[in-house]
């Protein structure tokens, strides 16, 4: 874990509107079901494209070693929140998402 692992930020989902805190030291997708969004999602692990989304504004980071992105869709902005963790605050477009109740993780 470095220092930045520490920040969080504001990642906003479009059209929806809806906005949730993103701690740099989880992915994208664990940080909006914890605020009680649902991306799409399968595999977890940057492989299968379910979770595909487009970033409109912001910065993201990678802590595997080649997610399944083109270098082309990486220049389009385009992400996956199941492996991307924000640099930034953001504004990705993800017109499958959905409202969940907020997940329990204590287990109980």
Not at 55 to 81: N, Q, T
Not at 92 to 99: G, L
């Amino acid at each position: 874990m470095t220092s930045d692992d520490t920040a969080i930020h504001t990642v906003t989902v479009q059209p929806a509107g809806w906005v949730f805190a993103a701690p740099a030291s989880v992915p994208l997708l664990v940080a909006a079901q914890r605020a009680g969004i649902r991306l799409p999602s399968s595999c977890r692990n940057g492989t299968c494209r379910a979770c595909l989304c487009e970033s409109r504004h912001g910065e993201v980071a990678y802590r595997i070693e080649w997610p399944g992105l083109s270098a082309d869709e990486k220049a389009a902005g385009i992400i996956l929140p199941c492996v991307a963790h924000a640099r930034s605050d953001l504004v990705i477009e993800q017109a499958a998402a959905r409202c969940m109740p907020p997940s329990d993780e204590s287990g109980g």
